[in-house]
């Protein structure tokens, strides 16, 4: 097992390394530069600035500058934010974050009640509506959803705030804090939750209703078993087993920023920063926050693996 | 003042507060959906221009419990304030306007742009107009207590000059004496800079230049608290400090909590008397909501696109003051002058005459913004009305192609040898765009022009237009402090649409070389005529700006020079 882990992180370095090209390359050769933002500039002093942020100097060279302070841990430093990367993130992530494990918990649950009950119900009214319900939630656009969730529930209704993580100027600590900040999560959260919990719910109820055909099931049934013990040990387990894999890919997803929704709702995660260094041509922000994803998605692959051995005894890690 | 100037997307972005801030190419997204629709389906007619005016709140009983709660605090929502809050150091506008607040000019601006003693009480321009004389306030402190001297004023200028500054500020065009010495190491100070006492200091220039004094005047930094660590050639150390600045300005920061929220205490020192409103607050507020965070009570100011549908939301709001006033830029078609086809000025005018320009900012404005034929704002001091209104005129358009030598073809698309007559243009993703397109479209097919729209982000337009790849494009130029801000584009140097023409230049440089204010007024009546007639680039619009401000705070005339900074010490909220 531990010859297996170090293995695949061995392999990951030659994929992580692929993947800094070409993100470097794709971003270094989108149009335009951080200085060429600022267009009323003189030349000479545009020159000045592009000499002093190294950005005259050839592509593949500003490249292996940027791998030698990656490779001694220094993700530079972001022009626009006069910060390191490595800062700024901080800044930022875990905003992101506390809103994204908050949906990605509700959407998982949400989905595998939905989906295991519209499975064993199948085509009943229930399953008809929820599948109706899910899809509806799952075509809208985030910023319609959002607008339309402000619209009644800060403006009409005024029970929770129209965006921000806090209230202006608000000086809380210890659980009045917890709880204002909960109160401001309410609408972001219920948008993520809403727009990912469609997909989920079809695909637990697809993986369930395979599984509860199978002869296992039926013999957990002939043996007499509850009809519950018999649904949430035999039949879930299984059809949960797939859905290990697609948690392994939420990882990153994790830190990655929700930018429409973070947008509308003024929420201070990282996927404005994202916006804004992609805007900004703030190359060092854009390479720092896009390899950390790499990293993650390479990682949450292997957990996704290392999971599966330890749920499903049948595989095996070599 | 030292707001940087920045070609923006024309129309890209409901102008945050003040023109200044600019952060960017963000998408302007779409910013009322979602509420309830008054849509004002007259508009879509000719509309009178709004006037600029304050119009006042007309229920303050409907004012959310949220605002009349917060007794001593000001909310003012920004789009994005990202941290650097060094006046000379930040990239976005909105840093400027968070900075705006905590650092105090030598000059400062009145709601006409015109200068008007800040930190300086007064200063002398010597009868050669090279050298500068700045006679400071007595009594000045900074908001830790310290003296504002002259020796703080030097050191400004003096690490603007130093050769690892990396700022945007651009010194060079005062040409103060020794400057270039210095940036190059050859010499340890500047000679031109000379303190003479504690409150006096000389400036001594090289060249005659009208911006100079703008560009000299700017915020101080303290040397004792920015200069400790200064060595010349170096100034990395200046980074550390952008989180914790400390200048003269009304107020001081308290904390800035990212992506949140930046917060102010009123400074005791400041030389105009201790700000009424002890707590000043910028929220972070996104295009998208921040009319229901308005709303909603939860800031007390903030900026909107202006047009009828916003203006009768608010309105309607009861508690708002609506303040409406004309922005100080121009948004215009940048025109490709390396083309060998628009070097016709006849083609340039063609293209002027037969676009209905009128048409498309009324049915995007509804009112909110106004034909513009010169490169200057109806609020600026040189403005002049006296020139060609190039109204929308196909005929005219027509001849004046017939004329230059295109002959419609046989598909109703103008020729000359060989070549038809197409235009790209470029643009940018707004609601301007959608509009445009399709009339230009019609209008040009008219008078046998084929018109090729792109429509990009707004770096890759920039490259884009870099790489000479287009004939038209829209861009919209930042706050214009000065009027020879507007036009210095046009000349031989600055020119990256290929555009030269020596008696422009030579008018530029005559409006610069002269301080006294009557004197550039004709010389650029007379430099505004000649462009309107040769047409570098298409003149496009001046656009209105609209903000609102909660009832409960007095004393708040937001302009077009200052934005709401100028107000800021002396507001007051009404319990």
Known sequence: MWQYIIRRLLQAIPTLLGVSIIIFFVFALTPGDYVDTNIQLTPEKAHELKVLYGLDKPIIERYFIWLG?????????????????????????????????????????????????????????????????????????????????????????????????????????????????????????????????????????????????????????????????????????NASLPAITLLGFELPGLFAGAIITEKIFAWPGVGHIHMQALDNRDYTVLMGFTMFLAILTVLGNLLADIFYSVADPRIRLK | MNNKLKLVPALLLSLSLVLSACGGAQDSASNTAGQSATTDTKSAEA????????????????????AKNRKDTFIVGLTEPEGVFNPYFYHNGYDG???????????????????????AESWDVSPDNLTYTFHLRKGLKYSDGSPVTADDVAFTLTILHDKSYDGEFDITPAHI??????????????????????????????????????????????????????????????????????????????KFIPGQEVRYVANPYYYKGKPAIEHFIYKVSTPDTNLQMFQAGETDYDGFTANAENFEQL??????????????????????????????????????????????????????ATVANIPASTVSWAYTDDVNKYEYNPEKAKQLLDEAGWKVGADGIREKDGKKLTITWLGTKSSMTDILVPIATENYKEIGIQFQPEIMDFNALLTKREQGDYDLASLS?????????????????????????????????????????????????????????DLPVIFFFNRKVMSATNGRIHGLEPNSYTGISGDLAKLTIEN
Request: aromatic share 12%; no cysteine; net charge positive.
């Open chain 2, 315 to 368: 309105q309607s709001l009861g508690f708002a003051n609506v303040n409406v006033y004309t922005a100080s830029n121009y948004a215009y078609l940048d025109i490709n002058h390396k083309k060998p086809y628009l070097q016709d000025k006849r083609v340039r005018q063609a293209l002027a005459y037969g676009l209905n320009r009128q048409q498309i900012v009324d049915t995007n404005y509804q009112g909110y």
């Open chain 2, 97 to 119: 306007n968070a900075s705006d607040a905590m650092f105090a000019s030598l000059i400062d601006y009145d709601k006409n742009g015109k200068q008007v003693p800040g930190l």
């Open chain 1, 69 to 237: 302070n990656v490779m001694k841990g220094d993700f530079g430093f972001s022009l626009q934010f006069q910060k390191p990367v490595t800062s700024l993130l901080n800044d930022y992530i875990w905003n992101s974050f506390l809103i994204a494990i908050v949906s990605l918990i509700l959407t998982w649950t949400i989905a595998i009640l939905i989906g295991v009950y519209s499975a064993l119900k199948k085509y009943s009214w229930f399953d008809v509506l929820v599948t109706l319900g899910v899809f509806a939630a799952m075509s809208f656009p985030s910023f319609f959803l959002g607008l339309l969730l402000i619209k009644f529930f800060a403006v009409d209704l005024k029970w929770l705030p129209v965006g921000g993580m806090t209230y202006g100027g608000s000086n809380s600590t210890g659980m009045a804090y917890v709880l204002e900040v909960l109160k401001h999560m309410i609408l972001p959260v219920s948008v993520l939750t809403m727009l990912s919990v469609g997909s989920l719910t079809r695909y637990f109820r697809a993986n369930m209703l395979d599984v509860i055909r199978q002869d296992f099931v039926r013999t957990a049934r002939a043996k007499g078993l509850k009809e519950r013990v018999v649904i949430f040990k035999h039949a879930l387990r």
């Open chain 2, 47 to 66: 509309p009178a221009a709004v006037k600029d005016g304050i119009f006042k709140a007309t229920d303050m009983s409907k004012n959310p419990e949220a």
């Open chain 2, 477 to 533: 130029t930042s706050i214009l402090l000065d009027p020879s801000d507007g036009v210095e584009g046009f000349t031989t140097k600055m020119a990256d649409n290929g555009y030269s023409d020596p008696k422009v230049d030579e008018l530029y440089q005559k409006s610069i070389s002269t301080l006294d204010i009557n004197e550039r007024k004709k010389i650029y009546t007379e430099l505004f005529k000649y462009l309107n007639d």
């Open chain 2, 177 to 254: 004496k020794g400057g270039q010495e210095y940036k190059e190491g050859k010499a340890s100070s500047i000679e031109g800079i000379k303190v003479i006492d504690p409150l006096t200091i000389q400036i001594t220039t090289t060249e005659v230049n009208a911006r100079t004094l703008g560009l000299i005047s700017g915020p101080v930094l303290s040397k004792a608290y920015y200069g400790k660590n200064y060595k010349q050639g170096d100034l990395s150390y200046i980074r550390t400090l952008h989180s914790k600045p400390m200048g003269a300005g009304p107020y001081k920061l308290d």
